[in-house]
């Protein structure tokens, strides 16, 4: 692979924050070095796109500007008008998708199978718009990006020990134009393009993003000088291409705007979405470093009426798995698979921190007039649990993923659900129940998929649109 096969792309629309009733927005470009800057028309002003990152020959390029947050608008570019809907005052609706790739022979996949659910959601948006666009980890399948290069290619069962600086300087021009590829890749991609010119998203990352198992794998390997240009470089392509952003450039919706850790929070009329970075700051001990919480007990004490979504990209809510790690350590040929239990909050290595997480979204669970819900991915799933709440409400764990990646078995779904029958209560008296989603009998739908959250007159609710069996009935999300 190399630096003439990056894709133009853009507009991809990216929320910088939410203030005063305005969208505050960024507006990425991907264009050969000779191209001039594109230039955004918006609200009467036009804006000229300013040079964000280099990789060789491609320019990624950003344009900031703002749009009423009341109502809907557009912007223009190139000829072309975008409508935006714009309006988080009133009934509006959300879009949240995760997964979106596989780990081997993403990039030469055929694009209309690849994207098929890309194409449903872009149908779902013409019909009924989305004010946003959510995205909850694996936008990108980078497990490949170290492949090709003398230091990395058989990362992680496998690396240079002892590397020269000017060794790693190549592994780093290597990385960054492996990552420029694959995301000039998805985002040139004719069905993810169109909806990402007119829904300004927000994303949070996970492993994929990184290299799988990212965190989870053995400190030898993470903290070795390869696995941090790996971390380094997948952390500056994920500002620059998910968050249209740069270190000592974090918009105000960040928690930390050194970039300690990555986790956001954004407000709207009785709604906030947060979303702690899981990744950062992760080791084989711990899923949030210091940082991290501190942003998560500072939104925990902070008055929020209306709905908290917060985007855990792992599941806060599952079955027992304690099981499973036992049987991976015992079985034979098992273990490379242990990484993959590791990084749930359930395993036995993170049950005290998983605890603090569920004791902290019941803080904000029962405060007067605040509802709270988590959305997550990464399990390749469809599926969804409720925790018992304080006063008998339901805290809901609603799961979509993937909206690229295809299915697993049906057996390994039949697995889960025989485990979710073992129930389970980190918190005494709040018992965790994984439940069928509406409509349906099994407990994990193996199939393609993403979601819908709807508030319609101040009431919040789920669908899930799945690849075969289509979209679900509506699962109320608001308490009385």
């Not at 400190?219 to 000088?225: C, D, H, K, L």
Request: proline share 7%; glycine share 8%; net charge negative.
């Amino acid at each position: 692979m190399n630096e003439q096969q990056c894709h133009p792309f853009g507009p991809v629309l990216i929320l910088d924050d939410l203030a005063d009733g305005v969208l505050h927005l960024s507006a990425l470009f991907l264009t050969e070095p000779a191209a001039p800057p594109p230039t955004v028309e918006a609200d009467g002003v036009s804006v000229t796109a300013s040079r964000l990152s280099e990789y060789g020959r491609a320019t990624v390029w950003r344009a900031r500007f703002s749009l009423p947050a009341d109502r809907p608008s557009s912007y223009a570019c190139n000829g072309e008008v975008f409508e935006v809907a714009g309006d988080l005052s009133g009934d509006l609706r959300l879009a949240y998708v995760s997964c979106n790739g596989e780990e081997t022979g993403d990039l030469e996949r055929e694009g209309s199978e690849r994207n098929a659910m890309w194409a449903r959601l872009g149908r779902e948006h013409r019909e009924r718009p989305f004010a946003l666009l959510l995205h909850g980890g694996d936008q990108v399948y980078a497990d490949e990006v170290t492949r090709g290069h003398a230091l990395s290619h058989d990362w992680p069962e496998r690396y240079a020990r002892n590397p020269s600086d000017d060794a790693l300087q190549d592994l780093r021009h290597h990385l960054r134009q492996r990552f420029v590829e694959r995301y000039s890749a998805l985002y040139s991609s004719p069905e993810i393009a169109w909806l990402l010119a007119r829904v300004p998203s927000l994303m949070q990352w996970d492993d994929h993003d990184i290299c799988d198992g990212w965190g989870s794998l053995s400190r030898s390997r993470t903290g070795s000088s390869v696995g941090q240009a790996v971390f380094e470089i997948a952390r500056e392509s994920f500002l620059v291409f998910q968050q249209g952003t740069t270190d000592g450039d974090l918009p105000a919706r960040f928690g930390d705007p050194q970039g300690r850790h990555l986790g956001w929070c954004v407000r709207a009329p009785n709604l906030r979405l947060l979303a702690p970075d899981l990744r950062s700051e992760r080791t084989r001990r711990r899923i949030v470093g210091p940082e991290g919480w501190a942003m998560l007990d500072r939104e925990a004490d902070r008055p929020a009426p209306g709905q908290t979504f917060v985007l855990s990209s792992v599941p806060l809510l599952g079955p027992r798995l304690s099981l499973l790690e036992f049987l991976m350590v015992v079985i034979p040929g098992m273990q490379k698979y242990e990484d993959d239990l590791r990084d749930q909050w359930q395993s036995r290595a993170h049950r005290e921190e998983w605890r603090r997480m569920l004791r902290l979204v019941q803080t904000i669970g029962r405060q007067d007039g605040q509802d709270i819900t988590a959305v997550s991915g990464e399990i390749h799933l469809a599926t969804r649990a409720t925790m018992q709440g304080h006063g008998g409400t339901p805290f809901h764990q609603l799961v979509a993923s993937g909206i690229a990646h295809r299915a697993p078995p049906a057996a390994w779904a039949r697995t889960l659900g025989a485990l979710a029958w073992l129930g389970e209560a980190p918190l005494p008296d709040h018992p965790i129940r994984v439940e069928p989603l509406p409509g349906l009998a099994s407990r994990y739908i193996a199939e393609r998929n993403y979601l819908i959250l709807e508030r319609t007159s101040d009431r919040w609710s789920a669908r899930w649109d799945l690849e075969a069996s289509g979209m679900t009935d509506p699962l109320p999300l608001s308490s009385d």
